[in-house]
Nanobody
Framework: QVHLVESGGGLVQDGGSLRLSCAVS????????MGWFRQAPGKEREFVAA????????AYANSVKGRFSISRDNAKTTVYLEMNSLKPEDTAVYYC????????????????WGQGTQVTVSS
């Protein structure tokens, strides 16, 4: 079982930055792929970023490429999503997710999810 808890969301102005954290506990290893997804009101949950440290594979949604970055701490207990140059369209609830295996952009492929953290970007 894997337990994920997100934090770091909040209200930020257009062009601002935020760093989201995902505390990871339970039976995980470097073979797990970690992903970030988001869901805006009235929209489906969508892929944001994913990384698997065992092989270095990384993927970003086109809408965030060059602005967002996924990383983790040396203790491998926290996964981060660094978000820069935020736009109002980035407003959503952001979720951390984990799956055993290669990275994927599909929400249906991730077995474990956090409760989400709200990010609001004001114009």
């Amino acid at each position: 079982q894997v337990h994920l808890v997100e934090s770091g969301g909040g209200l930020v102005q257009d062009g601002g930055s935020l760093r989201l954290s995902c505390a990871v506990s339970g039976r995980t290893s470097s073979s797990y792929a970690m992903g970030w997804f988001r869901q805006a009101p009235g929209k489906e949950r969508e892929f944001v970023a994913a990384k698997r440290w065992s092989d270095g594979s990384t993927a970003y949604a086109n809408s965030v490429k060059g602005r967002f970055s996924i990383s983790r701490d040396n203790a491998k207990t926290t996964v981060y999503l660094e978000m820069n140059s935020l736009k109002p369209e980035d407003t959503a609830v952001y979720y951390c997710a984990a799956r055993l295996g290669t990275i994927t952009t599909s929400t249906f492929s991730y077995s474990y999810w956090g409760q989400g953290t709200q990010v609001t970007v004001s114009s």
